[in-house]
């Protein structure tokens, strides 16, 4: 159960905030490749590295949002010690992990849309909102799928962000299914009951790719 | 004034909130970063100071030399870069030759081969690694370097792109070269490898970024400081009771991160183009 909120949440998250990065970096100039390359960097660094990077931003007493947010006046959440909140912490973290994969796939898949398809919209008047409803997301499809799939597999298999962050806690709210499998080969020895998970962990993501699949090929028919 | 110029305007202070937004967004992911290093150069009453400043007041290196105190770091920065060589330049050394047979060899069951191949894509380490360790520590390889490279060896990744790489090399080709008497060996490395040279590179910064960074398989799979690398020991900073000293930690992890980004930076236009082909 903590899988799939963490997954809903990681899989929406970094993909609306891919797509609407992308939509705003699809354009030529420094500026815009600067700003990609900054969140490329993320995808690119060690979870490790990203996960004890949060854990000091994030820390209830001398990190720096806690900080800023007691500057504001506010009393800061216990981001990582609060079971309600962890959960959705380890998530944003992911997110901004992972996000600027999907912005690059996204940019590509943009680059494909033709030009004089967005200027034959904009001349029959169409806004921007109506231009990317019926013009780009259409075209932008198959690469959502994709997206969707990818991050979805990734972020079903996420571990080394718990076992630095939370390690599964706090009061196992942040236990997902990898970490679960971990803590019963090498905490309470019991291999079999691993290997049962794994076989079950498996044929989830199998069926989860098949399904992926499957509702690409019918949007492609379609 | 005509509504020409009044949109001209509207799209003016458009373009300035979207540098604006687009300036705030590059602050979320590269203030971390600079957080990370400041607090590095930082002292221990630095950190505990109550409303910190951000800047340290100067370059105090005692962090560094705190980590290379608390851990074999030469030995950890040497594992970690003879892995994830060694895995890098194995699975270019294989998957040419498998790419190679997918797309130019004519053979019963390829499509079926093919299809095996692609199916193992799907299997990430966290599930081979329970069946994996277990055979490793039956022929007691756990705890050694092989058990970091060997089991990454052969990629199906690396096998698909090189295949698909190679679909786009004519045939007339190879077989000019079987004419002139060259043996498939020799087509394999020699011809075909150089030509695929843009694919080749990078399958391998991908899978030495990877691997570089991975931090799964060599928890699970080490227990002893001989084999251990870098991820864990960085990790492995926080765990030691470390408590408060945040300055140590973020030295280890300007140590782990910052070749990874220097990488990056090299070549980020290669990596970028890359990723957005679908590899």
Do not use: C
């Amino acid at each position: 159960m903590t899988t799939l909120l963490f997954s809903a949440v990681v899989v929406a998250g970094s993909m609306s905030l891919g797509l609407l990065l992308a939509l705003a970096l699809n354009r030529a100039g420094h500026f815009a490749a600067f700003v990609r390359s900054a969140v490329f960097s993320a995808y690119v660094v060690s979870w490790v590295s990203v996960a004890l990077l949060w854990l000091w931003v994030l820390d209830a007493d001398a990190g720096a949002l806690s900080a800023l947010v007691r500057q504001s006046g506010l009393v800061p959440r216990n981001w990582l010690g609060d079971p309600e909140v962890a959960i959705y912490t380890v998530a944003l973290v992911t997110i901004w992990k992972i996000a600027g994969y999907s912005l690059v796939i996204f940019l590509a898949g943009l680059q494909d849309v033709p030009r004089e398809l967005q200027e034959a919209a904009a001349l029959d008047g169409a806004g921007a909102f109506r231009r990317f409803l019926h013009v780009t997301w259409p075209l932008l499809r198959p690469t959502a799928a994709f997206v969707a799939t990818t991050s979805l597999i990734l972020s079903f298999q996420v571990f080394d962000v718990v076992r630095v962050m939370t390690q599964g806690g706090p009061i196992r709210s942040t236990t997902v299914f990898v970490y679960a499998i971990y803590e019963d080969i090498f905490m309470n020895l019991r291999v079999g009951r691993a290997s049962a998970q794994v076989v079950v962990f498996f044929v989830f993501l199998l069926g989860l790719t098949a399904l992926q699949l499957w509702a690409w090929r019918q949007r492609e028919a379609a | 004034m005509t509504p020409r110029t009044v949109i001209g305007w509207k799209g003016a202070v458009g373009e300035i909130a979207l540098h604006f937004g687009l300036g705030l967004v590059a602050l979320v992911w590269l203030l971390p970063y600079a957080w990370m290093v400041a607090t590095s150069f930082k002292t221990l009453p630095e950190i505990l100071q109550a409303p910190s400043y951000p800047l340290p007041s100067g370059l105090d290196f005692e962090a560094y030399a705190a980590v290379l105190g608390a851990m074999p770091l030469g030995r950890y920065f040497w594992n970690t870069a003879v892995m994830a060589l060694a895995i890098a330049l194995l699975q270019m050394a294989v998957a040419l030759p498998a790419g190679y047979a997918l797309a130019k060899l004519r053979f019963v069951g390829r499509p079926l081969a093919f299809g095996l191949v692609i199916a193992t894509l799907l299997i990430p380490a966290q599930v081979r690694f329970v069946p994996v360790f277990a055979l490793l520590a039956e022929v007691r390889l756990v705890n050694t370097m092989a058990a970091l490279v060997l089991p990454f060896g052969v990629s199906a990744l690396g096998t698909f792109l090189v295949r698909q790489a190679l679909l786009s090399v004519p045939d007339s080709i190879v077989e000019a070269a079987r004419l002139d008497g060259a043996g498939e060996l020799r087509i394999i490395y020699g011809l075909l490898g150089p030509m695929i040279a843009p694919t080749l590179v990078a399958l391998f910064l991908f899978s030495f970024v990877f691997h570089w960074n991975d931090y799964f398989w060599p928890l699970v799979m080490t227990t002893n400081d001989t084999v251990r690398t870098l991820p864990l020991g960085i990790a492995l900073l926080r765990e030691q009771g470390t408590g408060v000293r945040w300055h140590i930690v973020m030295a280890g992890n300007v140590l782990l991160s910052l070749p990874v980004l220097a990488v990056f930076a090299a070549t980020q236009r290669y990596l970028l183009r890359a990723v957005a082909s679908g590899a």
